[in-house]
């Protein structure tokens, strides 16, 4: 049975750092990309950032470009959302994915990633 668990979250301020950890277990997991998402109340889900099975590929929103790091341990099974300068706007629920998404476009598409994690909510306040 496949896992994936985020954790990390809370409540933090404006200008704060957070880092997710989403730890996989029941799959072979350094075979898979790992994607994040993120939903906030009353918007659509969207992708934050993305790595490759062997994290040397990876792809990041605008919105996050330059903030935010995703990174992987495979040995440990775990991946990782290093989030730096927070601002309101990110607040939202997070959710990690792993998936085998083949061209760069795919790794933005949720509908490429076969396995989620319940989510992990993220609170940035002004």
């Known amino acids: 049975q496949v896992q994936l668990v985020e954790s990390g979250g809370g409540l933090v301020q404006a200008g704060d750092s957070l880092r997710l950890s989403c730890a996989a277990s029941?799959?072979?997991?350094?075979?898979?990309?790992v994607g994040w998402f993120r939903q906030a109340p009353g918007k659509e889900r969207e992708f934050v950032a993305a790595i490759s099975w062997s994290g040397s590929r990876t792809f990041y929103a605008d919105s996050v470009k330059g903030r935010f790091s995703i990174s992987r341990d495979n040995a440990k099974n775990t991946a990782y959302l290093q989030m730096n300068s927070l601002k309101p706007e990110d607040t939202a629920e997070y959710y990690c994915?792993?998936?085998?998404?083949?061209?760069?476009?795919?790794?933005?598409?949720?509908?490429?990633?076969?396995?989620w994690g319940q989510g992990t909510q993220i609170t940035v306040s002004s």
């Open positions: 029941g799959l072979t997991f350094s075979s898979y990309a």
């Open positions: 994915a792993v998936g085998a998404p083949y061209y760069s476009v795919d790794y933005y598409a949720a509908r490429k990633y076969d396995y």
